[in-house]
């Protein structure tokens, strides 16, 4: 198993895990706008179940919580006990862009233990923390720092991964 992870982590640049300071949300600011669609647009094919498109519905005019006029969602997975993230754009009903894995659901002791989302109306960066399911390894804490930019999420940076006990 350590051998899956040194091989993991050998693949991420060495400037990714750098310890140089984190981005913090002050320094990527935009301006939060008002949100104008009134329903969902259906295009895309990965949001399926009644239960997803009820939850992003429920969020259509509702103010922006990231990067000026986007929603951050998570909505359940067909697997249960994680969730998958979506940016809604409050102005198209479009969803814009996904975080490209599936984090642990929250709860209340994962809070405790440092997992939690960083966003603002008013910035452009995301920050996650939490625990990243890998059916093959085991669970692995990571931080996450991503930028919404032209519609789409960047990966800005990366901290080291940390393994925690599989479930």
């Keep these: 198993m350590k051998a899956y992870l040194f091989a993991i982590v050998s693949l991420i640049p060495f400037s990714v895990l750098a310890s140089e300071n984190e981005p913090v949300l002050k320094d990527f600011p935009t301006k939060a706008s008002s949100c104008t669609a009134n329903k969902l647009d259906s295009s895309d094919r990965d949001i399926t179940s009644k239960e997803q ?6 969020r259509l005019g509702k103010n922006p919580d990231f990067a000026g006029h986007y929603y951050l969602i998570d909505v359940p997975t067909p697997k249960g006990g994680v969730r998958d993230y979506v940016v809604l754009d409050c102005i ?3 969803i814009g862009a996904r975080l490209p894995k599936a984090y642990e659901d929250y709860s209340e002791d994962n809070y405790k233990n440092g997992y939690y989302t960083q966003l ?7 920050i996650m923390r939490g625990v990243v399911t ?5 669970h692995i804490y990571q931080s996450e720092f991503y930028e919404m930019k032209d519609g789409k999420l960047n990966l800005l940076r990366r901290g080291p991964p940390k393994i925690v006990k599989k479930k």
């Design 120 to 126: 603002l109306p008013s910035s452009r960066l995301l």
């Design 53 to 58: 498109k009820s939850i992003l519905k429920e």
């Design 92 to 94: 198209t009903g479009r």
């Design 134 to 138: 890998d059916p093959e390894l085991a």
